[in-house]
């Protein structure tokens, strides 16, 4: 069985298909333009360099197109990166569908919607049951579809379900442990915190942010989605405003993206159960690309720090 991008270990040359995620323009200290491509397949994304760049290539080297490519696995200061050597579009008729080339979620969409289905069922409160119901069913195709970001943690099909999933048996785990949290408020929470991102990101193929993504937010969208779904429901009560708070405060400070701190209890233990799930997340994907005894590359987004790998692991 051939192997994926991310199995070649430096010093190797490879030869495959993979299918543009995203393309950069820069400009090089020649003057002259290059592209920073990011190639994935199922196992995750490499990044590469197109060199001294045409208008031509610029238009054909785009995001959702396959390549066949040839080159070298190379270390460049701490990141693993392909130095091409020859590189080449695929014509439609040659080239394999899309899907092949994307990473998913280790479970199934029928497993995380009957798993997520069951922690709504467990809900007492009626106003929260029937809004995180009616939203999850609203959006329900693409919650189950999208990523939950573009980059950093859960970036692949199905990863916003495979998040809320993680998080809900961490959140049922906590409130076992303190039985003075709210477990309704809680879980209703954990559904629909990152619910707006099927708004805000465009889809689980080459992802990027909508205009609504860009002007509003996830946040700001969800808090707007929540007071909808009550007025379409008629749902009056404190509950709207705690839930509407718990989304708005679920990254925890003002530099981090939301508006307020956590001032719930359900609001900060959400607050640390999603950090806690992004960042494992990362240090996991990161890890299962090193063998014990090495150290990974820098993760940007867990202080650009690398992670050892033991060697007594198994």
Known sequence: MKKKILQYEVGESVEVLLLIKSAARGIASNGKPFLTLMLQDQSGEIETKLWDVSKE???????????????????????????????????????PDVSEFLERAPLTKEEMLEKVTQFVFEMRNPNLQRITRYLLKKYQTQFLEYPAATKNHHEFVSGLAYHVVSMLELAKSIADLYPTLDRDLLYAGVILHDLGKVIELSGPISTTYTVEGNLLGHISIMVGEISKAADELQIVGEEVLILQHIVLSHHGKGEWGSPKPPMVREAEILHYIDNLDAKMNMMDRALSRVKPGEYTERVFALENRSFYKPKFHS
């Open 57 to 95: 290539d610029e238009q054909q080297y785009v995001a959702e197109r396959i390549v066949k490519v040839a080159g070298d696995i190379q270390n460049y200061k701490g990141r693993i990166q392909l130095k091409l050597k020859q590189i080449r579009i695929l014509q439609p008729h040659e080239a």
